[in-house]
């Protein structure tokens, strides 16, 4: 009974600023590039839309595939929180069938995996450098969110594969999967190469292994073959100095990677306590002996660091002056899952050679129960700021949506407070010929928009 309070006590501290977060999905509204794809779908058609973007702009066509799909802006919510649910569910039906791998024997596994996917959903969401553009902007979400949540299924499929079409499933979603965002893509082809070579003696996982490899190569390529790509670099190239330089990149991005598991133990230790703690907790009294774990702890913080560098290459590839928050969320989502690996394997290389005890005593107990209750404590305040922010620009956007609207038709030009700046994006600027302009302008059938004379909106 002690036992399934302590795991409904994690769930509980977990779930709290998730759920917060979730909530906050009501508050999402258009942002930058949504006004324009709304425009688009409606004249051109989901289809044309993914083509005239894959042709005409950069090669990502999952991503684009999805945001083409695009909801009113006050119903963006009816998109963002399914996903965040089934995100979620996957991850807990992951846990759940990894666990009976790891630890066949556990009591109270559905707590577990519940408790597990908690855990890791809670310090992901909390932690990234901007929440706002990664979940709560529609755009931002369907390029560097969905991949994350979606990834969980590639080892779900593995390892409750009993059927040839399985293959046929994993080929088609590591192909779709590679065709979100390039830093993505990279950490998959990295990390999917890495387990090929490490189960090599396995038939089954190696074949499952190469086959979802191959789907990813080919959506790989298909993304980089893009005519639009063309198009990207050479706006990049009026905005930045372009780099090019693919052995400085890489080298600039494994050095990256390893700042930022630096900077995320000096910015965020009890997030990283937590995420390694709770885990090696589990692993020290539940989780099965395996061989050589000495280099299973190399492979990985080698792996991890790896499959995080992968995600920056591409940003180091273009340029060195310009991170948005959004980008990082690959690499944000590799690291804590990664360091809740490290957990494990440091739990059972601290049992040794003990004899598995298959309960947690009383004092373990308690230092999880801190654990989860000190991490409620940090990010629930996080959580509450984030959506109080998001809340705020809602209202804001909702009156000047409403004022927009009363003059659509408009051959004048109409000035409107501004909301440039708010969470790092761009809005209303003094060029009337500047891309958001001419967006917010196309949406409301409206000649010209500009801002007024007030400062911007800035939550």
């Known amino acids: 009974a002690g036992e399934r309070w302590t795991l409904w006590l994690i769930v509980a501290a977990c779930s709290l600023p998730l759920a917060i977060i979730t909530y906050g999905s009501v508050y999402s509204r258009y942002m930058i590039d949504d006004y ?40 963006l919510a009816l998109a963002i929180i399914p996903s965040v649910l089934a995100g ?33 959903f809670a310090v992901f969401l909390t932690s990234l450098p901007s929440l706002h553009q ?12 969905v991949p994350s949540l979606l990834a969980p299924l590639v080892l779900l499929l593995i390892l409750k594969a009993k059927s040839a079409w399985i293959s046929v499933a994993l080929f088609v979603l590591c192909f779709m999967l590679a065709g979100f965002n390039f830093g993505f893509t990279l950490a998959q082809l990295v990390a999917l190469s890495a387990f090929v070579v490490a189960t090599l003696r396995h038939a089954r996982l190696r074949t499952l292994l190469f086959v979802s490899l191959l789907g990813a190569m080919l959506g790989t390529a298909v993304m980089i073959l893009a005519p639009g790509n063309a198009v990207r670099d050479e706006y990049t190239r009026t905005l930045f100095k372009v780099r090019a330089d693919a052995v400085g990149a890489a080298i600039d991005s494994l050095l990256s990677a390893i700042g930022m598991f630096a900077q995320i133990a000096h910015d965020k230790p009890l997030k990283v306590a937590v995420a390694l703690g709770l885990p090696a907790l589990f692993a020290y009294y539940y989780g099965a002996a395996f061989s050589r774990k000495g280099l299973w702890l190399i492979a990985v913080i080698t792996l991890a660091s790896l499959c995080v560098a992968a995600s920056f290459f591409p940003i180091f590839y273009v340029n060195t002056e310009f991170f948005s928050g959004r980008t990082l969320t690959t690499s944000v989502w590799v690291v804590f899952l990664s360091l809740i690996a490290l957990g ?6 601290m049992r040794g050679d003990k004899p598995l005890l298959g309960y947690m005593p009383r004092r373990s107990q308690i230092v999880a129960v801190v654990l989860a209750l000190g991490f409620a404590l940090d990010s629930t305040p996080f959580a509450l700021r984030a959506v109080q922010r998001q809340a705020a620009l809602a209202a804001a956007w909702d009156e000047r949506d409403a004022y927009l609207r009363s003059l659509s038709g408009s051959t004048e030009i109409v000035r409107v407070r501004s909301f440039n700046g708010a969470f790092d994006l761009p809005d209303l600027v003094d060029d009337p010929n500047y891309t958001t302009n001419a967006c917010i302008a196309a949406y409301y059938n409206l000649k010209t928009i500009l801002p007024d004379d007030q400062p911007p909106f800035v939550p």
């Open 134 to 145: 990664s979940l709560f902007w529609y755009a931002a979400a369907a390029h560097y969110m």
């Open 88 to 120: 979620f569910g996957l991850l807990y039906a992951t846990v759940k069938a990894l666990l009976g791998q790891l630890a066949p024997a556990v009591k109270h596994s559905a707590l577990l995996s519940l408790a597990g996917a908690s855990l890791f």
């Open 344 to 349: 494990y394997v440091i739990g059972v290389l």
């Open 36 to 75: 324009c794809a709304r425009v688009l779908v409606s004249k051109t058609g989901w289809l044309n839309f993914v083509v005239n973007f894959y042709t005409g702009w950069m090669g990502t066509f999952s991503a684009w595939s999805l945001h083409a799909i695009i909801p009113s802006a006050q119903t």
